[in-house]
């Protein structure tokens, strides 16, 4: 920003400017609102396709997880795949014992048991090159693993945990066969997770973030405190990652070992990729971009889609993401005009305005 | 217990022939190749086709693995690698997954899901004893070999004059560049021969570390363990990691069965905290 050219003038003025820079950049646009109308109109729209809808919730969520330290923070992980597999564990063993009953409480407490592992490892992700963290990252995902491979009696080794009985949704709403409370669960949640998430990548906070992935050196200059704030986002993530894991298991009743898998992480960094990092949308539409492309595939050839997968990565890096996130933004940028074109400026932005700065 | 110490060399000998081309392209290049795995798995099926099916013998099908496998890995470097080198890590690592799925899935199409096994000779089966200590023959001759391979490749970078030009670009890229020397040259060799020594690895190992589709995905952490665990600025420090590393692992294969993996990757996490830029590491400038 110009603050410096800004410095001249009086000091009460620019610290306005920026808030209102602030406001102006954090204001919901007819784009989101419309993205998020119709995501909730699939659920009447598409009645018989719930159930990958479903699956494209939560993996929605759980890109968003990775997007938040790796498009914000610019931490590349291998390992989000442990917090999303230990939250789902724990959801599923909290309700095999009945300990808590309640799916909502239950979601709530696998994502800080998530959020907990992701601040005790976060100051391991602080050292080091990009290879130590992949390393690093990887290698505790490859270890809970091992421990739950370990201790099958609790966790049913290889064969999954079974016999999970999860009581309906608030005593009322049960999960069914075909997903349909289901998928109307995962995406709510989605919502409220986004919504939180946006506030705190808007936030401060989030521009700091921006500044530390920028140029962590720099940042610290200004005086932001990169260490923590590098670990507060990844707990945050790690939160999230577990609540996606937490709704795996609540919505399928089962959990099996593959949850910690690297497949599974390295399948994560590719919806990232395909929906561009570092604007939020794009692990959602990275997620379903990649389930109906997985679908698809699947149909036409069920054993090898993986080859397909990698056709599409190795594709994707040799084109260039750069050039890709251009398209994307020269569409965008095309169909924002237009919309703002339609539609009076004051009438679609002045109510949907987040509170605060 | 001497013959798990024995094992454990041996199959620690046999990672650092699969890996040390890694830890070249990681220090030359700093490049993040996740595939390299596939070059091996190349040379293990090589030579389950030659061996097996067209009945070449098994020495001298050792030496062909290494030679195509050297040739598919220059061919790569040459077209696909070439292009990705100067990105960022993320994309270096998304390139060379994706390659890894593909080399999965096109493996598994062609030769089949099941575990394949290499014929090898009769004179190689069985065991030694010498002091009471039980030594397969199989085992004796990988420690032979690669450790023939590790003190040549000691000699080719200390004493020649390719050695010089290689230690001088991994020292510094810009400064070798300068000097005249064809950095992208040495390195596209230095890869071909790097990914041929996987593919003999991958062949070698065959017998010991079981050869399926699936081989990139299950090793490429124990490549990287030796990566990063013994830096990647001299032979020594990979070879001294990998050695740990075999041992470790045979030990703890055979005292705590059930733990498995846990220990190492336990001890790696614990060393890149201890010591980020790896175990054996000079401090580095960069």
């Known amino acids: 920003m110009t603050v410096n050219t800004l410095n001249a003038k009086n000091l009460a003025a620019p610290a306005a400017n920026v808030s209102a820079y602030l406001k102006s950049r954090a204001r919901w646009s007819p784009f989101e609102i419309a993205f998020w109308v119709f995501a909730f109109a699939t659920i009447w729209l598409f009645p018989g396709k719930h159930l990958i809808l479903k699956d494209t919730a939560i993996l929605a969520l759980f890109a968003l997880s990775l997007d938040l330290i790796l498009g914000y923070a610019g931490i590349i992980s291998l390992g989000q795949a442990a917090f999303f597999g230990l939250a789902g564990y724990f959801a599923g063993l909290v309700a095999k014992y009945g300990i808590v009953n309640e799916p909502v409480v239950a979601l709530v407490l696998s994502g800080v048991v998530a959020a907990a592992l992701g601040f005790a490892t976060s100051f391991l992700v602080l050292r080091g090159s990009d290879l130590t963290r992949l390393m690093v990252t990887l290698g505790v995902s490859l270890m809970l693993g091992e421990v739950a491979n370990r201790y099958s009696n609790i966790t049913g080794g290889a064969d999954g945990l079974q016999g999970v009985d999860i009581e309906p949704l608030f005593g009322r709403f049960r999960f069914d066969l075909y997903g349909h409370n289901g998928y109307v669960y995962c995406l709510s949640v989605l919502f409220v997770c986004f919504v939180i998430v946006r506030r705190i990548v808007y936030s401060p906070f989030g521009l700091s973030l921006r500044a530390v992935k920028g140029n962590p050196l720099r940042a610290a200059a200004i005086g932001i405190p990169v260490k923590w704030r590098l670990v507060a986002i990844y707990t945050v993530s790690a939160g999230i990652a577990g609540i996606a894991g937490a709704l795996l298991t609540q919505t399928t009743a089962f959990c099996s070992l593959d949850v910690f898998s690297l497949e599974r992480s390295a399948d994560l960094l590719l919806v990232l990729i395909i929906g561009g990092t570092g604007y939020l949308y794009g692990g959602l539409i990275g997620a379903v971009i990649y389930k109906f492309l997985q679908d698809w595939i699947a149909n036409l050839t069920p054993q090898y889609w993986q080859f397909w997968i990698g056709l599409v990565l190795v594709v994707l890096v040799l084109i260039g993401r750069d050039r890709m996130r251009n398209w994307i933004g020269t569409v965008r940028g095309a169909v924002a005009g237009v919309g703002v074109r339609l539609l009076p400026r004051s009438i679609t932005l002045g109510g949907a305005a987040p509170d605060g700065p | ?286």
């Open chain 2, 1 to 286: 217990m001497l013959t798990i110490l024995f094992d454990g060399v041996a199959y620690g000998m046999l990672l650092f022939v699969l890996a040390c081309g890694l830890s070249v392209t990681l220090g030359l290049m700093n490049f993040i190749n996740l595939a390299h795995g596939a070059f091996a798995m190349a040379g293990g099926y090589c030579t389950v086709i030659l061996v097996n099916r067209i009945g070449i013998p098994f020495a001298l099908g050792l030496p062909i693995a290494f030679l195509v496998t050297a040739l598919i890995g220059g061919l790569f470097e040459r077209t696909l690698y070439v292009h990705v080198y100067a990105r960022d890590h993320l994309d270096q690592v998304l390139f060379t997954i994706g390659l890894v799925f593909m080399s999965v899935a096109a493996v598994d199409y062609t030769m089949g899901s099941s575990q394949q096994f290499v014929q090898i000779p009769e004179a190689l089966q069985g065991q030694f004893n010498v002091f009471g200590v039980g030594m397969g023959k199989y085992r004796l001759l990988i420690i032979v070999v690669c450790g023939l391979l590790t003190v040549s490749l000691q000699l080719i970078l200390a004493k020649t004059r390719f050695g010089s030009r290689l230690r001088a670009a991994v020292d510094d890229q810009r400064v070798a560049r300068g000097l005249g020397i064809n950095v992208g040259a040495v390195f596209a060799v230095t890869f071909a021969f790097g990914s041929g020594l996987a593919g003999l690895g991958g062949a070698l190992g065959a017998e010991i570390l079981g050869l399926d589709p699936t081989f990139p995905l299950k090793y490429m952490i124990y490549f990287l363990i030796v990566v990063t665990v013994g830096g990647t600025s001299s032979i020594t420090g990979p070879f001294l990691a990998s050695i740990l590393l075999g041992i470790a692992d045979v030990a703890g294969k055979y005292y705590v069965p059930k733990l498995g993996a846990f220990v190492i990757y336990a001890i790696m996490i614990a060393v890149l905290i201890w010591r980020p830029q790896g175990l054996f590491a000079r401090a580095t400038a960069r």
